[in-house]
Structures are given as structure tokens and as C-alpha cells.
């Protein structure tokens, strides 16, 4: 490039998506002159789904800004909790998130979830016509800029999956109000109504069940119940909401 020399510095939290050598600091870039900040970012291999509030010589600036000679551009990560205006708070996962997609649901948070690959063009129109955050590991399908919003999961590990999203987000939580397999919402249901769906030794063992209204799945205490209430707990304890 024979454009402006810019110095670009990136917050912490953002420096794994840059090469090793733009991690220390600020460090000196050779735009090509014509190139917007967003550009210029997203050719660092940054999500513009990561980066927050862009400063120009300390000065607030919009993404479509071309940069100058000699500008100092610093890159903040996004602020938290975010807010994400024009929809309600919902989320669409990718298909490398089943059980992000199942954690959330067990906390009542909408979370939408393909268990087979559509592939990212279907992704990220479903995110649009929805209005739904795309959540993915998948750099190049939050750079597609047809998704409504997006928001990249920075851990590999479920437990740490959940926390970051539920402090990015700080979405509503309504432990065991949706179903965990298809993302609908449950009610009360009668032990003889649901006693067909039932093995016979959870007909003798339990009383207390509920059913998913899109799904007709049936729900109960069972002994698995534990490992779900110490997530529930844990995430009530540090985010909110009601654990019963």
C-alpha cells in the first residue's frame, strides 16, 4: 500500500484476533488511502461484531471514517452489557453450538439452534428475518453483512460459553420455562394427559411433569436434574433471575 500512515492500537480483549506483531501496543499501518476504518479493521481480522466505540485521535468516530495521515485510531472492545436495539433479545446459533443452544434454553433464554449445517448464507438470513444475534466461532460468518447482529464466542468450552454471553448480553433469565431440544416454551402438564408418553417406571416414580407447547416433549425431575440445577444456580447466582 502507498497510502497514509496511520498507528493503530486494539484493546486487549481484541488482540487475538490480530497478528502477533499488533499485539503489543500501538503499532504503525499503511492504509491504501480509500479504505473506510471499518475496512481497515475488519482487514486485521477483526469482527465488526467485536469492536465497540472507535476513537481518532481520541475523538469519537463512525466506522465509514477514512483514515488520514498520522491519525492514531484506537479499536475498544464492546462495551457490556451490550444493548442491542430494535428487537426483543433473542439469539441463533450456528451449528457448533448445540450445547451453548441448550444452556441458554434451560435458563428461558430464546435460542434458536440448527442442529444440521444450512450453511452460512441460510444463517445469516435467518439472523436478519428473525432479528436474532448470531452467535459463532465463525469469523467469516459475522463478517456477512446481512446478519442483523452477531456477536463472536470467544471460549471453546461450554460453561465459559455461557458466561460470556450471559455478561455480554445480561438477557432475562426464566429457568425451566423452554424447552431444551426445541426452544419452545413449557406449561403445566397433567400426569394422566402426558402418562402415554411416559416409561412405566417414571409413571410410578414421579408426578410432577411439563410439556413443551410446539414440541409435546415431556419434562420431570429425574436424575439427571441435579447436574441442571447447579447450572441454573450458578448462573442465577452470578447474572439473575429465579432459580425455581
Not at 21 to 40: C, I, N, W
Not at 121 to 150: C, F, Q, T, Y
Not at 216 to 241: K, M, P, Q, S
Amino acid at each position: 500500500m502507498n497510502g497514509p500512515e496511520i498507528t493503530l492500537e486494539v484493546a486487549p480483549e481484541l488482540r487475538l484476533f490480530v497478528p502477533h506483531d499488533r499485539r503489543r501496543g500501538a503499532t504503525p499501518l499503511t492504509t491504501d488511502g480509500a479504505s473506510t476504518l471499518g475496512h481497515v479493521i475488519e482487514s486485521l481480522g477483526i469482527p465488526l461484531t467485536e469492536a465497540g466505540e472507535l476513537l481518532v485521535n481520541g475523538a469519537p468516530a463512525h466506522r465509514s471514517h477514512i483514515p488520514g495521515p498520522g491519525e492514531h485510531i484506537a479499536v475498544q472492545a464492546v462495551e457490556r452489557p451490550q444493548q442491542v436495539p430494535g428487537a426483543p433479545l433473542r439469539f441463533l446459533l450456528d451449528v457448533h453450538l448445540g450445547t451453548l443452544a441448550r444452556r441458554l434454553r434451560l435458563l428461558g433464554v430464546d435460542a434458536a439452534y440448527e442442529s444440521e449445517d444450512i450453511g452460512d448464507p441460510a444463517l445469516a438470513a435467518l439472523s436478519a428475518r428473525e432479528r436474532r444475534v448470531l452467535l459463532s466461532r465463525d469469523r467469516g460468518l459475522l463478517r456477512r453483512r446481512e446478519i442483523w447482529a452477531g456477536a463472536y464466542v470467544y471460549s471453546d468450552r461450554p460453561q465459559e460459553q455461557l458466561r460470556d454471553i450471559l455478561g455480554r448480553f445480561a438477557p432475562a433469565l426464566a429457568p425451566w420455562t423452554r424447552c431444551t431440544a426445541c426452544n419452545g416454551t413449557l406449561a403445566v402438564a397433567d400426569k394422566d394427559a402426558v402418562s402415554d408418553l411416559l416409561e412405566h417406571g417414571t409413571q410410578q416414580t414421579y408426578d410432577v411433569f411439563a410439556q413443551c407447547t410446539e414440541c409435546a416433549r415431556v419434562y420431570w425431575r429425574g436424575a439427571h436434574h441435579g447436574h441442571l440445577e447447579t447450572i441454573v444456580a450458578d448462573a442465577v447466582r452470578e447474572f439473575g433471575g429465579a432459580a425455581a
